[in-house]
């Protein structure tokens, strides 16, 4: 575990924390007045390898020989230049630390970290931190890595969990869940949707599933996966009787057939590795997936009514009224999208690139 503490002055400013991975959804833009709740569980960090935020240079601004250096091999609307390397973390870990008033921003109903950093150490006054809780923007802290350091603690250093053991004992993601918005003259008000945990998710993998498709059609499993991908597919690839099969696989699953050519498998969500099959001549493309949106790709949990006598007990599902589901098909995460394509050093084959230049016209504006 760490405790993170300012470079100027050597005060504590975080309780002890453990390392994960970054969640897909940490840069996802979600809606318009939603109220997201906050990004890491407590007690844990994330580093985020990419800048984040000002300043900005436009794309005609930038050598191609600089981007692809950053890791970015097709055009972006802008690049950030900012320190990269920030450690997110819960709004409640921090400790030390005090707002700058001045440095509020551009937001409407929080704090969106466009000035730069807006949390100051108590005791030296450095600016260390960038707090953001804006509207349609997930709830977090960025600890600056220029002006914090990551110091270990003593205590119990728990080993990340097995394979197995997340297979088991693993939390599930659901697909669907209430989002609060700010509303109106009556309060906050709610809407059911799909989860925008599940459209990130589906944005990284969209790119990859791309990527894997080498320009033919795919098919991915019947179900909640085809719910997910298949329109998008059958709309960004060409029609063809010839298909590249997508399965699900991964721990507790049974090993896929030889001739599969695309996994959907999970992500580690301490360590950020992708789960691999044990046989070392496969040779289909992985797709990465978090944890728990995989985990209920591959056992589903059905709100169907239980029978019952007598009175229902507490946790019977009911089917007055029906469970409530979203008003619109299934879209990934444009931004998502976008982020994870333009880092595949693939995407600078021409079908790619087209792809990235049509996402704003009506041929996949109903897919994002």
Same mark, same amino acid.
């Given at each position: 575990?760490?405790?993170?503490?300012?470079?100027?002055?050597?005060?504590?400013?975080?309780?002890?924390?453990?390392?994960?991975?970054?969640?897909?959804?940490?840069?996802?833009?979600?809606?318009?007045?939603?109220?997201?709740?906050?990004?890491?569980?407590?007690?844990?960090?994330?580093?985020?390898?990419?800048?984040?935020?000002?300043?900005?240079?436009?794309?005609?601004?930038?050598?191609?020989?600089?981007?692809?250096?950053?890791?970015?091999?097709?055009?972006?609307?802008?690049?950030?230049?900012?320190?990269?390397?920030?450690?997110?973390?819960?709004?409640?870990?921090?400790?030390?630390?005090?707002?700058?008033?001045?440095?509020?921003?551009?937001?409407?109903?929080?704090?969106?970290?466009?000035?730069?950093?807006?949390?100051?150490?108590? &005791?030296?006054?450095?600016?260390?931190?960038?707090?953001?809780?804006?509207?349609?923007?997930?709830?977090?802290?960025?600890?600056?890595?220029?002006?914090?350091?990551?110091?270990?603690?003593?205590?119990?250093?728990?080993?990340?969990?097995?394979?197995?053991?997340?297979?088991?004992?693993?939390?599930?993601?659901?697909?669907?869940?209430?989002?609060?918005?700010?509303?109106?003259?009556?309060?906050?008000?709610?809407?059911?949707?799909?989860?925008?945990?599940?459209?990130? &998710?589906?944005?990284?993998?969209?790119?990859?599933?791309?990527?894997?498709?080498?320009?033919?059609?795919?098919?991915?499993?019947?179900?909640?996966? &085809?719910?997910?991908?298949?329109?998008?597919?059958?709309?960004?690839?060409?029609?063809?009787?010839?298909?590249?099969?997508?399965?699900?696989?991964?721990?507790?699953?049974?090993?896929?057939?030889?001739?599969?050519?695309?996994?959907?498998?999970?992500?580690?969500?301490?360590?950020?590795?992708?789960?691999?099959?044990?046989?070392?001549?496969?040779?289909?493309?992985?797709?990465?997936?978090?944890?728990?949106?995989?985990?209920?790709?591959?056992?589903?949990?059905?709100?169907?009514?239980?029978? &019952?006598?007598?009175?229902?007990?507490?946790?019977?599902?009911?089917?007055?009224?029906?469970?409530?589901?979203?008003?619109?098909?299934?879209?990934?995460?444009?931004?998502?999208?976008?982020?994870?394509?333009?880092?595949?050093?693939?995407?600078?084959?021409?079908?790619?690139?087209?792809?990235?230049?049509?996402?704003?016209?009506?041929?996949?504006?109903?897919?994002?």
């Amino acid at each position: 575990m760490f405790v993170f503490v300012c470079a100027g002055c050597g005060a504590e400013l975080t309780i002890p924390l453990s390392q994960v991975s970054l969640p897909v959804h940490a840069r996802q833009h979600y809606g318009n007045g939603a109220q997201l709740p906050v990004l890491m569980e407590s007690g844990t960090f994330a580093v985020d390898p990419d800048p984040w935020g000002g300043p900005w240079r436009l794309w005609d601004e930038v050598d191609p020989g600089e981007a692809e250096a950053r890791g970015i091999y097709a055009p972006v609307h802008a690049l950030s230049d900012g320190t990269p390397g920030a450690s997110v973390i819960a709004p409640g870990d921090i400790r030390g630390t005090r707002l700058i008033p001045e440095k509020r921003g551009g937001a409407c109903c929080g704090l969106d970290g466009a000035d730069g950093p807006n949390m100051a150490c108590e &005791a030296c006054d450095l600016p260390v931190a960038t707090r953001v809780d804006d509207c349609s923007l997930w709830q977090m802290v960025r600890l600056g890595s220029d002006v914090v350091h990551r110091v270990p603690v003593e205590g119990i250093h728990a080993a990340p969990f097995s394979w197995a053991e997340l297979a088991e004992t693993g939390e599930k993601t659901p697909p669907f869940e209430p989002i609060a918005t700010w509303g109106g003259r009556l309060g906050p008000n709610h809407y059911w949707s799909w989860s925008p945990r599940w459209e990130a &998710a589906a944005g990284q993998a969209l790119a990859h599933l791309l990527i894997a498709s080498q320009g033919q059609p795919v098919k991915v499993p019947d179900g909640l996966t &085809a719910d997910v991908f298949q329109r998008a597919l059958d709309a960004l690839l060409p029609a063809d009787t010839l298909k590249r099969r997508a399965v699900l696989a991964g721990p507790g699953q049974p090993s896929p057939d030889a001739g599969v050519d695309i996994l959907l498998v999970p992500v580690h969500p301490q360590t950020g590795r992708t789960w691999t099959p044990a046989d070392p001549a496969a040779s289909a493309y992985l797709v990465p997936l978090p944890l728990g949106v995989w985990l209920w790709l591959v056992s589903p949990e059905r709100n169907l009514p239980v029978p &019952a006598s007598g009175r229902i007990a507490q946790d019977v599902l009911r089917d007055d009224p029906l469970p409530l589901l979203p008003n619109h098909l299934f879209r990934a995460d444009r931004g998502t999208f976008q982020h994870t394509l333009v880092r595949l050093p693939a995407v600078r084959s021409p079908w790619l690139r087209t792809i990235l230049e049509n996402l704003t016209q009506s041929t996949s504006a109903g897919l994002f």
